[in-house]
């Protein structure tokens, strides 16, 4: 499965949505693929989950603390797993077990109230029950804390905007 990082859909701080339109085109243009996918949440209940090698980062170590962050799984016998994540500094695919160790790192080595949670959902699920209102994205007094895609929100047969981990 061939697919190149500046053909996907994408707008920064806005993992979720941009996962969601991989999973589209990977339906679109291999549907054959789709049930070895998978989209996974990284999160916690403090909502300050640290990863590393980050566009978004201005620090050396690439490091951005997200409320929550969400990537793309492609995982075959072939292949092995591979991790597609469009915020990465690291290689588009990148290796999972390469990005796990660069990008999120082992829980042993942060404190407590950064230990990470994941929610792993299949791909054809997350393209049927994912829907995005942006609410999230909004300032208590309304304003963007980042600019939102220029296509309208995301909405599915189902309502749901993926709980949580």
Not at 39 to 58: D, F, G, L, M
Not at 122 to 148: I, N, Q, V
Request: contains cysteine; charged residues 25%.
């Amino acid at each position: 499965m061939e697919i190149q990082k500046e053909d996907c859909t994408y707008t920064a701080s806005y993992c979720n949505e941009n996962v969601w339109w991989l999973c589209d085109s990977v339906k679109k243009k291999f549907p054959e693929e789709i049930q070895y996918c998978y989209c996974v949440y990284i999160s916690n209940e403090q909502r300050a989950t640290p990863i590393w090698k980050q566009k978004a980062s201005h620090q050396q170590d690439r490091q951005v603390v997200w409320d929550y962050h969400v990537i793309f799984l492609y995982q075959t016998s072939a292949s092995g797993t591979l991790v597609y994540d469009l915020d990465t500094t690291l290689t588009f695919p990148c290796d999972l077990k390469q990005y796990y160790e660069e990008a999120i790192k082992d829980n042993k080595s942060l404190k407590p109230e950064y230990h990470r949670m994941f929610r792993v959902i299949p791909a054809a699920e997350y393209l049927k029950t994912f829907a995005s209102d942006r609410l999230h994205m909004l300032t208590p007094d309304g304003r963007w804390k980042a600019p939102p895609p220029l296509y309208p929100p995301i909405k599915t047969e189902g309502t749901n905007t993926i709980p949580e981990c």
